[in-house]
């Protein structure tokens, strides 16, 4: 999932993919998830940020702490 995530990051810049739509496109693909306020004030747009800032924290060097155990 962290791939897919860091994937749509990434091409985040020429496809203008919103944190709203790698949620319910990556972690959340069955589940009905709301929209302005109900989404910025949602615990389920905290954890999609969370994994992002996970993604690019292990593309950044985090998965050599990760292969260390």
């Not at 810049?13 to 306020?37: F, K, M």
């Not at 999609?48 to 260390?68: C, S, V, W």
Request: no cysteine; net charge positive; aromatic share 6%.
């Amino acid at each position: 999932m962290l791939l897919d995530i860091l994937d749509a990051v990434l091409d985040r810049t020429y496809s203008g993919i919103t944190t709203h739509e790698i949620a319910r496109r990556h972690v959340y693909p069955t589940l009905d998830i709301g929209r302005g306020n109900e989404w910025k004030s949602s615990a389920e747009r905290r954890r999609t940020q969370r994994l992002i800032d996970e993604a690019l924290g292990l593309m950044n060097g985090g998965y050599r702490a990760l292969l260390h155990g």
